[in-house]
């Protein structure tokens, strides 16, 4: 489903910048552990050590592959609004198609020469989409849909910037989850392991706190260069990653110059930046997004602008949640009894988990691997990488 510019853009900011933001937010002291067996024999390490080599790491030039892999669990609805797990077909812009890599499996070709030149190709079967960023301009281009997106200048260079970020870049992660470490989290080795072909230690982090839905993060360090060349973020429940993000091949040699020119293919639909800027067209993906932002609390959730907004931050490290208090105008339960609520906000509220309650009052919870949200019926939301039940204590507390 093609997602329309302004509604994956809301949508983004409730479900992609978790499997980033959610981590980097943990802070971490460091411990010296000591790489176990179990992979490549590699000499012995601490974990300050290791993060030294990924700090003291300048290599920006590569080519290869990589693969994110990321699972959520986000509601049906909110899945759909995300325009699925492919992203190929409709708008080329940049946002779009960065916002769908919160949900599946997506294979990517990429290559890098510095900080003015980076090439990003999204494989989703015979299609593709390619972003392309060099020097001033930045371009996306959907093979299935023949559209292309072009921006230049600071703005696009802005606007590129986030795109790098969160288009499945593991040495970008990795370096981010490492600066923003702090005392509330072990950092240890782990076992070697080989990625891509190349000899790896793992840097694991470990939350010290309980009650967060994230077990630990675990970053793989290629043992020459220091290049992150994975980053694994596991859930405290356990099963398969909720992110994973990694090389499956990569050359840290010189990418060919033409790597990076593009020129819209003959008879592609062009859209500038500039035209971006001045609004899309509405639809319906977008009156299905307004409908969820008339519930009370998901506006501010989702990236509204409805209501008061004030926001307070309670707890720390990885135990930290996010109190909004909307101030909506009516309750959940006003909600589900007006017969003017839109199908889709009732929709989504039946999509939710069980309805809970404690000194705070009642509520509901929007529930995913990462990220918990309460929304009461009094129209506050709280919000974290916490699970269900440290979500509601924190709640009570803060009555």
Do not use: C
Request: net charge neutral.
């Amino acid at each position: 489903m093609a997602a329309n510019t302004k509604t994956s853009r809301k949508a983004a900011r409730y479900a992609v910048p978790v499997a980033v933001a959610g981590v980097a937010a943990a802070t971490a002291a460091m411990v010296p552990a000591f790489a176990t067996a179990g992979g490549p024999d590699l000499p012995k390490v601490t974990a300050q050590q290791l993060i030294e080599k990924v700090a003291a790491s300048d290599v920006q030039q590569l080519s290869g592959s990589a693969k994110i892999t990321t699972d959520l669990g986000l509601p049906t609805l909110a899945t759909g609004l995300l325009g699925g797990a492919g992203v190929t077909g409709g708008s080329a812009n940049p946002e779009d198609k960065i916002a769908q890599l919160a949900a599946g499996t997506h294979t990517l070709r990429v290559a890098a020469d510095g900080p003015d030149r980076q090439k990003l190709t999204f494989l989703d079967g015979k299609d593709e989409y390619t972003l392309v960023h060099n020097g001033n301009d930045v371009w996306g281009y959907d093979s299935k849909s023949n559209e292309a997106f072009h921006d230049k200048g600071d703005r696009a260079g802005q606007d590129h910037k986030t795109g790098d970020r969160l288009a499945a870049s593991p040495q970008q992660i990795a370096q981010d989850i490492i600066k923003q470490a702090g005392p509330t989290t072990d950092i240890g080795v782990g076992d070697t392991a080989q990625i891509a072909g190349r000899d790896a230690y793992q840097l694991v982090l470990k939350p010290k706190q309980s009650g967060s839905t994230v077990g630990s993060v675990q970053i793989a360090v290629d043992a020459k260069n220091g290049v992150p060349l994975r980053v694994q973020l596991l859930s405290s429940q356990g099963g398969k990653p909720i992110v994973e993000a990694g090389f499956t091949q990569v050359d840290f040699g010189k990418p060919a110059a033409d790597s990076f020119t593009f020129t819209p293919p003959k008879g592609a639909k062009v859209t500038e930046g500039a035209d971006k800027a001045r609004g899309g067209k509405g639809g319906k993906d977008d009156e299905r997004f307004k409908a969820l932002e008339s519930l009370p609390g998901f506006g501010q959730l989702a990236g509204g602008d409805h209501g008061k907004g004030d926001v307070k931050v309670l707890g720390e490290g990885w135990a930290t949640v996010a109190r909004i208090d909307s101030g909506a105008g009516k309750s959940l339960k006003d909600v589900e009894n007006d017969k003017n609520t839109p199908k889709e906000a009732k929709q989504f509220l039946n999509s939710l988990g069980d309805k809970v309650h404690g000194k705070f009052g009642e509520g509901r919870i929007l529930s995913t691997r990462l990220v918990n949200a309460l929304i009461t019926d009094d129209g506050k939301v709280y919000v974290g990488a916490v699970t269900k039940d440290q979500l509601v204590k924190t709640a009570d507390a803060a009555k």
